[in-house]
């Protein structure tokens, strides 16, 4: 359906250039006949956890790694198999003097320089447009588990980051079997929110909202507290303003002690094992 990307072929665009298109017509028409059998008590939430866009290059993490200069005895190794997302590690055991620190820093800087002014030689574009430490976006008890550095790709570039290519390049060049064999599109940060029935405004397109806002919403439009502990916040800015009057925010703790058991568990996948099969005997999802 793209002439722009490297694996279009017209003959297949020919046959089915419009059946993405035509898959969402269809689910849009069924959403619409969902919609009209609604009750006024009923709120219509349709959400994805992402978005999708092309991929016109492939960037290889792999290589783009070997390439940087680092302190001695400190590596970076990719997080997934996808993404510009990266663990630094060394072979230092702790606990870590003030040199390892320091060095430490400055293998961190020089991920984030790299990541920074990587451009696609073919077109000079900047590959990446935002770089977070760990600390911008997790929090919580495993944030040691996080990648050190994430990179946000800029529309068009991916990485992939499992296997070498015979030539070594970063960029490999379009006509190279990485993009026959791999994904000519891929997760992109925005995605789909749909909210729909007689407590949601009509048109309001404008409000900043996040995935772990979706939890929180629901609760607030089935009139359950939400829990202070809980990441996000209600999407109240699409709601009929009579409503909210009518029904304030209800926050509090209101789990049950003993519910939050699992933070205090060591962290070994047998306990957290052991707690979630309790937690489905409690419910009869196990005998």
């Known amino acids: 359906m793209d002439p722009r990307h490297p694996n279009w072929d017209a003959q297949q ?92 820093s400055l293998s961190k800087e020089a991920l984030e320089r790299a990541l920074r002014a990587l451009q696609d030689p073919a077109t000079g574009r900047r590959v990446i447009h935002t770089v977070y430490s760990k600390e911008d976006l997790y929090q919580g008890p495993h944030l040691d588990l996080a990648p050190d550095i994430l990179g946000l790709e800029n529309e068009g570039y991916l990485f992939w980051n499992w296997n070498d290519t015979e030539d070594g390049a970063v960029f490999p060049p379009r006509d190279h079997p990485v993009f026959q064999r791999f994904f000519s599109a891929f997760h992109k940060m925005n995605g789909v929110l749909v909210m729909a029935g007689s407590r949601i405004r009509r048109g309001i397109n404008n409000y900043d909202a996040n995935i772990m806002d979706i939890a929180p919403t629901v609760l607030y439009l089935l009139e359950e507290p939400i829990p202070l502990d809980m990441d996000g916040a209600a999407l109240l800015a699409p709601i009929d303003p009579s409503y909210v009057r009518q029904h304030p925010l209800d926050a509090r703790w209101d789990r049950p002690s003993g519910s939050t058991a699992i933070q205090s568990l060591a962290d070994t996948s047998e306990a957290v094992d052991a707690f979630i099969e309790e937690q489905l005997r409690a419910i009869g999802y196990v005998q």
């Open 13 to 104: 665009a020919e046959l089915f250039g419009d059946a993405i298109l035509e898959t969402y017509q269809r689910i849009d028409a069924f959403l619409g006949r969902l919609r009209q059998q609604l009750d006024e008590q009923t709120t219509l939430l349709v959400m994805s956890d992402h978005g999708f866009g092309p991929v016109y290059q492939m960037v290889n993490g792999e290589h783009f790694i070997a390439g940087l200069e680092l302190p001695e005895d400190f590596a970076v190794q990719a997080a997934d198999n996808f993404g510009a997302k990266f663990h630094i590690f060394t072979t230092h055991q702790p606990p870590y003097d003030r040199r390892i620190r320091e060095n430490f």
